[in-house]
């Protein structure tokens, strides 16, 4: 009680442009036996609070995500001018059906699922993962929560079933649970019901089908995902809330299955969520989660790509960072560009957190002094000078607002 009291005092004399509506903290106080001869000047605080925070900015840590102007009929986060296609050399890959222009938005995603980042765990709300100064603490664990439709949120999706194993992963959920738990509950609501011809990025369907490159991986890692998978099993059906919620008998096998996949796709496809701080000489950036995409995770690697994702909180935004033609294939970098990584590097990183062998136009050819790809670099620093510019601006705006 005298915490509530403490942060919201703290929060008061802060003043940030943050929206930090202390009310909240102070009514925990008060319903938690607070000192009678002290409650006179927290209500006091409380109605001085009310009065500043109209002049409190609503700010975000992240801006607004672009609309998509034409929506795809077939894939809910694409715009017109891409479809999926399947070859034999990669598989499934995004291809324009139309020319492209450069910034033109292609993908705007919602996380499937996400989980906050360790670095970034006491000024995030671990479900929303917006900014907080006064986040609310689980009972029973250190997951912390910007309000308390956040933590009954959180709580009722998969934090009941996590909550009481947190203590195997260095206190911190994994997002491979919490797949298999959605892969569970839909299973247990809709069976095949959910099979449409549209391609969602809210449904398990798509997420169990994305790349694992699970026979490529070696005996030892493979020992360690199984170990890691049978504790997380052990802990789950010994969940009061999980044998409530599910019939164990009949789940159990698609429960270890389910487990074991999501395992391989978390292990596969994540995306950092990163918080960008510009400034006139660099720019910086701050994990504040991982997430897992179901649509965006189809764009294949290229150390020359023709997009580039931007996190605006939760959801992915895929621009072209070159103009596309039709026919071309869409793609991102993984990691390593040929602007900023020698290829015998890129190669090594890709090979080791990949298990695949680039052999994109910069890498076929070495590419160091080819004009063609100096080109494409030319086009993917111009493209990102200009973005630097915008976000400037917009820093600007709320360091002054
Ligand atoms: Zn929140
Ligand atoms: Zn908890
Ligand atoms: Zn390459």
New binding site residues.
């Given amino acids: 009680m005298q915490n509530y009291q403490r942060l919201a005092s703290f929060q008061f004399k802060l003043q940030t442009p943050y929206n930090i509506d202390i009310s909240p903290d102070i009514d925990r106080a008060l319903q938690n036996n607070y000192p009678e001869h002290l409650k006179d000047k927290l209500v006091q605080r409380r109605n001085q609070a009310e009065r500043l925070i109209a002049n409190q900015k609503n700010v975000h840590y992240y801006s607004p995500a672009p609309t998509i102007q034409n929506r795809n009929p077939r894939i809910d986060a694409a715009s017109d001018s891409v479809e999926i296609r399947r070859n034999s050399k990669f598989g499934r890959l995004i291809v324009a059906t139309k020319d492209i222009k450069v910034g033109d938005v292609i993908v705007s995603e919602n996380s499937f699922a996400h989980i906050i980042h360790p670095e970034s765990r006491y000024l995030h ?6 900014i ?1 100064f006064n986040l609310i603490p689980c009972e029973r664990c250190n997951a912390l ?3 308390e ?3 009954e ?2 709580f009722n999706d998969c934090h009941k079933y996590e909550c009481g194993m947190a203590f195997l992963f260095h206190k911190y959920p994994q997002l491979f649970i919490r797949l298999a738990i959605k892969g569970l509950r839909e299973h247990q609501n809709h069976g095949d019901a959910t099979l449409d011809e549209t391609y969602r990025s809210d449904r398990y369907k798509e997420i169990s089908e994305l790349a694992t490159n699970e026979n490529k991986r070696d005996f030892l890692n493979t020992c360690v995902h199984i170990t890691i998978v049978c504790l997380c099993y052990h802990n789950l059906i010994e969940n009061p809330h999980f044998r409530r919620d599910f019939d164990l008998d009949a789940v159990d096998d698609l429960l270890k299955k389910l487990l074991y996949h999501s395992y391989m796709i978390h292990a596969f496809n994540p995306f950092n969520i990163k918080k960008l701080k510009y400034t006139a000489l660099q720019t910086r950036s701050r994990r504040v989660g991982t997430a897992i995409y179901a649509f965006t995770s189809l764009l294949n690697h290229s150390c020359v790509p023709n997009c580039e994702f931007f996190h605006h909180g939760t959801v992915l935004v895929t621009r072209a960072i070159a103009n596309i033609r039709k026919g071309e294939q869409c793609t991102i970098c993984y990691g390593t560009s040929y602007s900023s990584t020698d290829i015998r590097i890129r190669q090594m990183s890709l090979k080791r957190y990949y298990l695949f062998k680039c052999d994109c136009k910069a890498c076929a050819k070495s590419g160091h002094n080819s004009r063609v790809y100096l080109k494409a670099d030319q086009y993917h620093r111009g493209f990102k000078k200009r973005l630097h510019k915008t976000h400037l601006k917009i820093q600007k705006k709320i360091d002054i607002g």
């Fill in positions: 709300c671990h479900e929303c993962l917006d907080c929560y910007c309000s439709s956040c933590l949120r959180a």
